[in-house]
């Protein structure tokens, strides 16, 4: 089993930044992929981005590429997006998962997930 635990979200207005954080424990953080998706009210739960094991490779979903980056800290098992010139369309709970093997897009193939945390952007 893997816990994660997000936190880091809040109120911003539009062209603002946050950091989201994901604090994972129960197993070897540095032998899972980890991404995030989010969903907003109304939507599909959607990708957002992921990152391999090591931290040496990511992925980004379209609309976010260039605005949000993810890395990682196996030291301190805790996986982060940093979230740039934000859009109110970015206004989503956000989710941090994980799962063994390579990262992928697809939700389904994530194992662990967490609570998510609320990131509003204002106009």
């Known amino acids: 089993q893997v816990q994660l635990v997000e936190s880091g979200g809040g109120l911003v207005q539009a062209g603002g930044s946050l950091r989201l954080s994901c604090a994972a424990s129960?197993?070897?953080?540095?032998?899972?992929?980890m991404g995030w998706f989010r969903q907003a009210p109304g939507k599909e739960r959607e990708f957002v981005g992921s990152?391999?094991?090591?931290?040496?490779?990511?992925y980004y979903e379209d609309s976010v590429k260039g605005r949000f980056t993810i890395s990682r800290d196996n030291a301190k098992n805790t996986v982060y997006l940093q979230m740039n010139s934000l859009k109110p369309e970015d206004t989503a709970v956000y989710y941090c998962?994980?799962?063994?093997?390579?990262?992928?897009?697809?939700?389904?193939?994530?194992?662990?997930w967490g609570q998510g945390t609320q990131v509003t952007v204002s106009s």
């Open positions: 998962v994980a799962k063994r093997g390579i990262a992928t897009i697809q939700n389904y193939e994530y194992d662990y």
């Open positions: 129960g197993r070897t953080f540095s032998n899972y992929a």
């Open positions: 990152i391999s094991k090591t931290g040496g490779s990511t």
